[in-house]
């Protein structure tokens, strides 16, 4: 069964900064992509950045500059390090991967989202 274990969410002032970690726990045989995504009540959940087993890296549009994902080479964990923090980055944030599970011999396409970690930025 797989788990992915988020750590790292907290308090911290404007301007912080906070580092993410999402581990996985289970196997996928194979990883499409691994990510971070944030929700805040009343709004929709919303990209914060992606990497893809290509290694390429896609960023929300209000975090792009400021935060950046990276992974461990065996794709077990993923990070996300914020830098220069907002009021407006307070949310949920979420780890997410893609991917191929095997069961049986048949494999498929699954998508895996932790349970959440909360970032509050404030004063």
């Known amino acids: 069964q797989v788990q992915l274990m988020e750590s790292g969410g907290g308090l911290v002032q404007p301007g912080g900064s906070l580092t993410l970690s999402c581990a996985t726990s289970?196997?996928?045989?194979?990883?499409?992509?691994m990510g971070w995504y944030r929700q805040v009540p009343g709004k929709e959940r919303e990209l914060v950045a992606t990497?893809?087993?290509?290694?390429?890296?896609n960023y929300g549009r209000d975090v792009e500059g400021r935060f950046t994902i990276s992974r461990d080479n065996a794709w077990n964990t993923v990070y996300l390090q914020m830098n220069t923090l907002k009021l407006e980055d307070t949310a949920v944030y979420y780890c997410?991967?893609?991917?191929?599970?095997?069961?049986?011999?048949?494999?498929?396409?699954?998508?895996?989202w932790g349970q959440g970690t909360r970032v509050t930025v404030s004063s």
């Open positions: 997410y991967v893609a991917g191929y599970t095997n069961s049986g011999g048949v494999y498929r396409r699954e998508d895996f």
């Open positions: 289970g196997e996928i045989p194979r990883i499409v992509a």
């Open positions: 990497v893809t087993s290509g290694h390429s890296t």
